[in-house]
């Protein structure tokens, strides 16, 4: 077919009109509510800062292109695993590990969770977990879908990442585990996505059982006693007393200004169904139809109790935490929707002039202008 030079002009003309027409539709986007727009926005942004984790599984979909260049080695990998970094050894990473006392708590289904069923110190304490790290959601345990995960190790650690999230009653869930190849710990990250278009109150329950069997006892903790208390105590110290043989381990539950849990059913040396090795926290959120909220918990393994009393600085906010690594992978929308951990206002002396008092205002605008400059 021949075409004239003014018919082909035409036509493109025509052709770059009708693009312009769908162009103006598709931002318009008039068939989507605004409460639909920020609800798909919400859910496309913590897909995206999943993927942002998994560089070499999005180079996977592209032919292996990127593997290479990649920094981190990362791979969808089958359950159960064993991951070696800071010095503990998790092994029996699995579903349907974690029983007591998550199956036991009022209103649980009954089923295990996923969770690291032992952890040992390297040339060290052995026998830390006997199945820990577990969520459920509502009472529904929560396990890792076909049994795999994103398995990726950077310079700052291995994360073990849920790969899609597990619809649990509207709430779509992941678990995430860190452990941190500077220091002997493992962070656990749960993610709750309502994705229905009702208020949801959802009731997350994590715990599991530790190694310290019928010798546990609570050591230290964050008040400076070594009594429990829900409300206050941000972080304790468990051992196994007697038989000084496990690792001293320094659950850390929450930060300040954070949200607290609603209830400790199972406390270390109190005895939880006549067993005192059993650790169970609920935290109740409220999520409101699309929204996201996380919680973020710590274990650090050490051999004696002065080195884990000499560690828990490491813990006393969102700074401490980013400064000793163990905010690695996370973006920060992510740890701002983190419920029990909250960013902590500058620290404010009385100031000696109210020229200094306009000097620290001056560092704080530039300090959000720098933060908007780096969403
Ligand atoms: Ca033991
Ligand atoms: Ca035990
Ligand atoms: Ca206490």
New binding site residues.
Partial sequence: MVVSEASFTLMRRRALSKLRRLRSQTNLSSSQSPDETIMNTKLKNSAFDKLKLAPIALAAGAGMMLAAAAPAQAAVVSLSQTVTQGGVVYSSIENSSVASPLIKLPGATGSSAYGIGSAEIVGGRGDAFDDFGGITVNGAAFNQPNAKVDLTTTGAGTFLNTISPVSIGGINTSLDYFMSADSPTLRVFGTFTNTTANLLSAAIAYGGDLGCDSNCR?ED?????????SA??RW?ITSDGPSDVDPFLTFVRFGPGGQLASSTPAVPSEGFDGNVDQFADIWTLSLAPGETKSLMWFVNFNNSLAEAQAGTPVFDDLSTLGAAGLLAGLSPTQIEETANWKQQPVATTPEPSSLIGLGSLLGFGLLSKIKRRNP
């Fill in positions: 609570i903790s964050s008040t400076g006693d070594n009594a429990f208390q206050l105590d304790f």
